[in-house]
DNA sequence: AAATTTAATGAACATTATTAATTATTTTTA
DNA sequence: TAAAAATAATTAATAATGTTCATTAAATTT
């Protein structure tokens, strides 16, 4: 009696990992498809059809893995975030650690969302919605840039001797400053011109990590 | 024959004016009834029916007014622009020319979009399409907190003897972080709650001004 | 092998922007 | 002033898209 109902248990278990797998390979399928439509066409021409029919699936499969479009397309942030790191890692690759190489993270942070529109617009402009993971997907994307340069600022703070509050005044400046220019510039093309553009991220992003070696203690 | 031709003209010119005026008078209507649904219902429930509902007459009027929803809805920022530079005169009344009025009108300008989301989402979110004053509407809002600010810089500029990058760098820094905070704040909820949003304006903005006074030549 | 559960789908519905064809109104002309 | 012409307003139809639901297909269990 008892074996029976282990047997039972571990039978019961098994099959729910299965099923658990078997979810997670065809919200993986969909998520894919989504990411791809992404880079590739854009937000513009993002929909559920479309989206399937990449996937390889009825539209109507989708909604048997995900409440709606936009909780499935808000679960590829995380996968963004790790590509975008990966190539923000690989392009400061030489640079030697310190304030350089924060401006360095931080203006190839900026490249990115201008090389692919639509994630800017995932990140920052679309509306969360009622998705279910609401406030950590958001939390996710707010911190996103203080990640990239965590290490970076533990590093010029032993180096310089930085105030944890002076760090923390720089991390949050040029978080904003760089959401707002990528705001006007993709949203508004102000900036007219990449050059003009990429100028005044220069002048920005110098600006507020040049500052942090007058504060020096 | 003279005569009759000159009468012809007359006539012509005339009845243009006329046609324009009567023009006008519509269009006004249609941006009267687009800006009362954008201050109460907001952006979620704005549509062509909606406003034609709004104004008296059909949707399918609008068009004979307008190209498309987009540009009669971006025609109403020049009227915005003006409700809120008026708002922020009257509540920077008391306060004497300098930095802190310079920080009050900022703080004043952030405070109209909270109090206002659609008319948020209108300048910086929706995508402009293809209207046809799409570089002017973009410059409009780009340079909106320059124009509400630049008799104060101009202001500081002389009482503390400011070079004219100086105040540049300033200018574009609080245009750039007033936009990235909002768009944090109004489409990512971050900071969770009012106040603490509250108080990261008040460090942000004060920040970048004060700076000024220890830049003085 | 039959019964049952699970997964996938096509058809239908709802919303919304836009266009085209039609009707109503106003203006011009003779 | 009455017919003709031009203008304006509206209704009906189209297209795109997200979502739901009843049905079919597949698999798993008994």
Redo the contacts with the bound molecule.
């Keep these: 009696m008892f074996i029976k109902f282990s047997w039972l248990i571990i039978?019961a278990t098994l099959?729910m990992n299965n099923?658990e797998i078997?979810?997670q390979l065809?919200k993986g399928y969909f998520m894919q498809a989504t990411k791809e439509l992404l880079k590739g066409e854009g937000l513009k021409?993002?929909?559920?059809?479309n989206i399937a029919q990449q996937a390889g699936?009825?539209?109507?499969?989708l909604?048997?893995y995900f409440k709606?479009?936009?909780e499935l397309v808000f679960l590829c942030v995380e996968d963004f975030q790790k590509e975008c790191a990966a190539e923000i890692t690989q392009k400061v690759n030489g640079i030697p650690s310190g304030p350089e190489k924060i401006k360095a993270i931080t203006k190839a942070y900026m490249a990115y969302f201008v090389q692919y529109p639509s994630v800017f617009n995932l990140f920052f402009i679309e509306k969360l919605g009622d998705i279910g993971q609401k406030q950590p997907t958001a939390n996710l994307i707010f911190t996103f840039l203080d990640r990239l340069t965590a290490e970076e600022w533990g590093f010029c703070r032993k180096e310089f001797n930085l105030q944890e509050n002076e760090i923390a005044k720089a991390k949050a400046e040029l978080n904003y400053v760089t959401a707002g220019m990528l705001l006007f510039y993709m949203n508004r093309i102000q900036p007219v011109s990449y050059i003009e553009f990429a100028q005044a991220i220069d002048i920005q992003i110098d600006a507020i990590v040049d500052r942090i070696e007058i504060n020096k203690v």
Tied chains: 1, 2.
């Design positions: 039978k099959k099923k078997q979810e065809m021409s993002l929909n559920v059809r699936y009825s539209f109507a499969t909604y048997n709606d479009v936009k």
